[in-house]
């Protein structure tokens, strides 16, 4: 790892010499004309649109405010039980991190130099940077180091401290309690990242007193229930490790629309050539990762994407995810997650066959990925049609948004609410916002279940995986390194 920053430093600054001299001689004189530089440069000026950075979509920017907890679902639950909510099952995804390590030795080994060519390129008159973005990356540094690897942000603290607060404040009789091990049950894995968000979570929901006198549980691995991937040798070779997972994205990568966006963030960098890829896709790394923790600032590596280039990288990561962990790869992203909907169907249904013996609150933490892979187990957001290399018109209205269903915290909650007449209703929520449960509940007794967001216990699909789940047997027992 060692030699291959290295060798990339010395690469780089080599390249940085002799590009700098072929521009003076060759280049300079030729170099586009003002009106064209005019034309890419005004696309930017434009705010910048946050809610489309995918996986790193920071979750304030991803959600609509407008639809938590609505009133239309309450009044659904009102007129169709008349009952409370008796438990809560709530899966969370980390909050806003820090690049993992493998992310921060590209970024070290890579971003510095190219900061320098960048301003070698605005000083020459090239690209569209301004005289303070210029001197920003005159004296850039990574903002992190090695020691940040993987752990939680101080913006992702806040999201989850955000999150415990808004569902204690709308489900405040199941959370009326002080914390007790018997009625809140806290799980996460063996990533630092999911714990400290547990941790602020609950700062949130109970307060900085309670939370210091609260022994959170030991992460377990392996942890089939909320990270199965990294236990699952088949998933593994199956999916993460062939190369025709990835093969719609390779293909987009040769899309008028995706070569038409390297092509205009090329002159904003001001290079005569064609962009790196790799290179490109570090600075929009880092441009993600700065927008999310620090929402009120204009990151200099945002300052060369329009929304419209934001939006095709967007799909670019969707293409990514969609095939490795949803409904374009194999049967297997879904089922390996079987543990989770099994656990949801086993918690609610002892909840309804002896109310005095159940947790209130099942409060798990865990990873984009296996948010995605259950969602894709219960049939949530699945398009009319496969989001291919060659359809990206049709993405903007597909249920498949990745930057809206998998942002940082993103949160899948289920509720089981007991009737006035004894019986029970499950309901379900994304993002804190009334989901569908049409995959999981067949229309009954009239209803019209697609357009509902609740539906009577138990749901037969989720019944029917929690009998059939062999996740062991899938994977072939493999511990978590």
């Given at each position: 790892t060692t030699f291959y920053w290295l060798f990339n430093r010395?690469?780089?600054?080599?390249?940085?010499?002799?590009?700098?001299?072929?521009?003076?001689?060759?280049?300079?004189?030729?170099?586009?004309?003002?009106?064209?530089?005019?034309?890419?440069?005004?696309?930017?000026?434009?705010?910048?649109?946050r809610a489309h950075f995918a996986t790193k979509t920071a979750y304030e920017a991803a959600i609509n405010k407008d639809t938590l907890i609505n009133v239309q679902f309450q009044e659904e639950v009102s007129e169709t039980c008349g009952g409370t909510a008796q438990l809560?099952?709530?899966?969370?995804?980390?909050?806003?991190?820090?690049?993992?390590?493998?992310?921060?030795?590209?970024?070290?080994?890579?971003?510095?130099?190219?900061?320098?060519?960048?301003?070698?390129?605005?000083?020459?008159?090239?690209?569209?940077?301004?005289?303070?973005?210029?001197?920003?990356?005159?004296?850039?540094?990574l903002p992190y180091g090695l020691q940040d690897s993987?752990?939680?942000?101080?913006?992702?603290?806040?999201?989850?401290?955000?999150?415990?607060?808004?569902?204690?404040?709308?489900?405040?009789?199941?959370?009326?309690?002080?914390?007790?091990e018997k009625y809140y049950k806290v799980e996460f894995t063996t990533m630092n990242r999911t714990g400290q968000s547990a941790y602020h979570f609950l700062r949130g929901m109970f307060g900085d007193d309670a939370v210091a006198r609260i022994n959170l549980p030991k992460p377990r691995s392996p942890n089939y229930k909320l990270r199965a991937y990294i236990s699952c040798p088949a998933w593994q070779s199956e999916v993460k490790n062939n190369k025709e997972t990835y093969r719609e994205q390779r293909l987009f990568q040769q899309h008028p629309d995706f070569l038409a966006m390297v092509d205009d963030v090329t002159k904003r960098l001001g290079y005569t050539q064609a962009v790196n890829l790799d290179e490109l896709m570090l600075i929009y790394s880092e441009c993600r990762f700065e927008a999310a923790w620090w929402p009120h600032r204009h990151s200099v590596w945002c300052k060369v994407f329009s929304n419209d280039d934001l939006q095709v990288l967007e799909y670019h990561q969707a293409l990514s995810y969609y095939y490795e962990d949803s409904y374009g790869g194999p049967e297997l992203n879904a089922q390996i997650t079987c543990a989770a909907a099994a656990d949801l169907y086993k918690r609610m249904k002892a909840a309804v066959e002896d109310s005095s013996e159940y947790p209130r609150a099942l409060l798990y933490f865990s990873h984009d990925k296996a948010l995605l892979q259950l969602q894709t187990l219960l049939g949530l957001h699945r398009p009319a049609q496969h989001l291919t290399h060659s359809n990206r018109q049709l993405y903007k209205h597909s249920p498949f948004q990745i930057s809206y269903i998998a942002p940082f915290s993103t949160n899948l909650a289920f509720v089981l609410y007991k009737c006035r007449d004894g019986s029970h209703r499950v309901g379900g929520m994304l993002q804190g916002a009334p989901i569908s449960l049409a995959t999981l509940c067949p229309a009954a007794d009239g209803e019209q279940t697609q357009q509902r967001a609740t539906c009577p216990w138990p749901p037969p699909l989720l019944k029917e995986i929690a009998d059939n789940c062999a996740v062991r047997r899938l994977c072939n027992k493999h511990d978590e390194l």
């Open positions: 010395y690469a780089m600054a080599y390249r940085m010499l002799l590009f700098s001299f072929v521009t003076f001689i060759f280049i300079a004189p030729v170099y586009n004309s003002v009106p064209e530089k005019e034309d890419v440069c005004s696309a930017i000026k434009q705010p910048l649109d809560l099952w709530l899966v969370t995804r980390h909050g806003i991190r820090y690049p993992v390590k493998s992310e921060i030795m590209k970024m070290g080994a890579t971003l510095p130099l190219l900061a320098q060519e960048l301003v070698f390129n605005s000083k020459e008159g090239r690209g569209c940077l301004s005289e303070a973005d210029v001197k920003e990356l005159e004296n850039f540094v993987g752990q939680l942000h101080e913006a992702g603290a806040d999201e989850q401290f955000s999150l415990g607060e808004f569902w204690k404040r709308e489900f405040p009789k199941i959370f009326a309690e002080p914390y007790d």
